[in-house]
């Protein structure tokens, strides 16, 4: 069964430095989402991207956050200057359609910032 | 506003008996997802039910909506020490994202 890749599965990094989280879509899938979620608590939505752009960001998703399709199979999110509250697993997801199907999530990659 | 939240928060009961998980939202919706998470794992789909159904079924999982109520309720049969983990509700809020619930802990006891 096709599934959401992402690399690395755990990365500690120092306070202020960047991160690039990546993720492999399904394979004929459109939509593609970040989520997030620390320790403990819900899983947040921080944005959704289709058509090479920004469909929906939440306030969570400021400017130190940003997306990327760099090619036609991955799908990045960018940590510019992390923060120590940014530590929490970061899930890529991806749906064949607008809504009316189902997100794909993948395992997610654990962010540590120390 | 709170888009989804499940109750109750953490459920313990023993392998064989039936688990019931109820989630609750504010806005109106098209569709809703139930996923469970497996302690520090990803999410795993389990149903999508849309606001037009009113009740899905797959294998041991029973998924039932009402749009009046503003109400979805997941039941699994049977349970098993494998069911052990956290159920999640998700609901569409807004064109592009679905917003999840607080979770509820399921421990299935051997």
């Known amino acids: 069964e096709p599934e959401v890749t992402q690399t690395p599965s755990h990365q500690v990094t120092q306070m202020g430095q960047e991160v690039i989280l990546r993720c492999v879509p399904i394979s004929n899938h459109l939509y593609f989402y970040w989520y997030r979620q620390i320790l403990g608590q819900k899983v947040e939505f921080l944005v959704s991207f289709y058509n090479n752009e920004i469909s929906e960001k939440s306030e969570i998703f400021d400017d130190q956050f940003s997306v990327e399709r760099p090619d036609g199979s991955n799908f990045t999110l960018k940590i510019r200057s992390t923060k120590l509250e940014d530590s929490a697993m970061y899930f890529c997801a991806s749906s064949s359609e607008l809504l009316g199907n189902t997100i794909y999530f993948g395992e997610g990659s654990w962010l540590t910032v120390v | ?110």
């Open chain 2, 1 to 110: 506003s709170q888009q989804g939240e499940e109750d109750p928060q953490a459920l313990s009961i023993q392998e064989g008996e039936n688990a019931t998980m109820n989630c609750s939202y504010k806005t109106s919706i098209n569709n809703l997802q139930w996923y469970r998470q497996n302690s520090g794992r990803g999410l795993v789909h389990l149903i999508l039910i849309r606001s037009n159904e009113r009740e899905k079924h797959s294998g041991r999982l029973r998924v039932t909506l009402d749009t009046s109520k503003k109400s979805s309720s997941l039941l699994i049969t049977a349970s098993r020490a494998a069911d052990t983990a956290s159920y999640f509700c998700a609901t569409d809020a807004g064109t592009y994202k679905y917003i999840f619930g607080t979770g509820t802990r399921l421990k299935v006891l051997a």
